[in-house]
């Protein structure tokens, strides 16, 4: 292991025919650390976990996790490892007692430490008084919960979430990340976290790495990523204007050096702007549309100005997203993919 690694990912590769998913990432998770995979939906971070799990063969390159190879040693890494991944079956007629019996006797554990396991994971989540019934009748939050209970039923050094919180409503998800952080803080276990969750990166992530068309564009902590952001000559403004109209919107979308626009309400707009000449340009824009600045403030980034400033406005999966991308981008380069 290097400084401390348990998780040493190299020019990782994943192509289905001609398109790359994943397209030669590298990066080192630390022992004990919760390292967050954020990208837009399909920037291959599933693709990603599958490899880190054995359940998908890299096409190139390779990762270590916890001196394992995932394409020589695979039986060895499954030992290490623990997924909670996108679409988990449980038996829903099943209880949840059974279904994690089930699950666990796949595992080698002797049956005596497993009822014991089961039994404490159930508390630990707070579904003893509902380790009898279906998990058919379960609510979402309470079938994620079963989710994680079961990837952990084998102790894993290393813990794999994908989208943990997806679909839940804020008392589920605040659970859920409590839950992680709780058992990364007691247990010393090592998480990596896929998401598109901007309050999930902020709040569960020692490191983030921004994920786009199976690149990495950028990894830091997320205090580093906004001092970054800054940095590199991109701000947040709030505008207040006494005559909003969408032809003003669409004039500074237009801009060069208008990343994102959002219309906070009748008045207000919030606009991500990077470069020496953002403020002369809007202003003059604006003016020329006869609009009227009240006020104008400058806001400190959050995860998602960042994340924007990144990954572009663009919805993703459409067609064209398939395609190649003609160059990367470094981090923090400037977007091509604006609304236009
Ligand atoms: N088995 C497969 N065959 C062909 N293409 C695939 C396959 N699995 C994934 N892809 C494609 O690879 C890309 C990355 O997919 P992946 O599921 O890793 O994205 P993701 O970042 O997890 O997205 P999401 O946020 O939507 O879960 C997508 O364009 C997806 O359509
Ligand atoms: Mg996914």
New binding site residues.
């Given amino acids: 292991m290097q400084n401390g690694s348990i998780i040493e990912v190299k020019n990782l590769t994943k192509t289905?025919?001609k398109?790359t998913?994943?397209d030669n990432i590298s990066f080192n998770v630390k022992e004990g650390e919760i390292f967050g995979l954020l990208?837009?939906?399909?920037?291959?971070?599933?693709?990603?976990l599958r490899m880190l799990s054995t359940l998908a063969k890299p096409t190139s390159g390779t990762a270590i996790i916890g001196g394992y190879d995932i394409v020589k040693n695979d039986t060895e890494v499954r030992k290490l490892i623990g997924i909670v991944s996108?679409k988990m079956i449980m038996y829903n007629r099943l209880t949840a007692k059974e279904n994690l019996w089930f699950f666990g006797s796949l595992f080698n554990i002797p049956k005596d430490v497993l009822r014991k396991r089961i039994d404490e994971l159930l508390e630990l989540v707070q579904l003893t008084k509902f380790k009898n019934a279906q998990v058919g009748t379960f609510s979402t939050g309470m079938r994620q919960r079963m989710n994680v209970v079961r990837a952990l039923l084998n102790t894993p050094k290393v813990l794999y979430l994908?989208?943990p919180t997806l679909g839940l409503d804020p008392q589920s998800s605040v659970e859920i990340r409590e839950f992680v952080k709780k058992l990364n803080r007691e247990n010393g276990t090592t998480v990596i976290v896929?998401t598109?969750m901007m309050v999930d990166a902020d709040l569960m992530c020692d490191r983030i790495a921004i994920?786009d068309h199976?690149k990495i564009e950028a990894l830091d902590t997320s205090v580093n990523l906004k001092k970054q952001f800054s940095g590199a000559n991109a701000t947040v403004i709030k505008l207040e204007l006494s005559n909003l109209t969408p032809e003003i919107i669409a004039t500074i979308q237009e801009l060069h050096c208008s990343d994102s626009v959002t219309q906070e309400d009748s008045t207000h707009l919030k606009i991500l702007v990077h470069g020496e000449e953002a403020f002369d340009s809007i202003i003059d824009a604006i003016r020329s549309k006869g609009g009227k600045i009240t006020s104008m403030e400058n806001l400190q980034p959050t995860l998602e100005d960042v994340f924007l400033h990144i990954t572009g406005h663009q919805v993703r999966?459409s067609a064209d997203q398939?395609m190649p991308m003609a160059e990367h981008r470094g981090p923090f380069a400037r977007q091509q993919s604006r609304i236009r």
Wanted: charged share 25%; proline share 4%.
């Fill in positions: 289905f025919g398109f998913a994943v990208g837009p939906n399909g920037a291959g971070k599933s693709t990603t996108e994908d989208e896929t598109h994920v199976g999966d398939k």
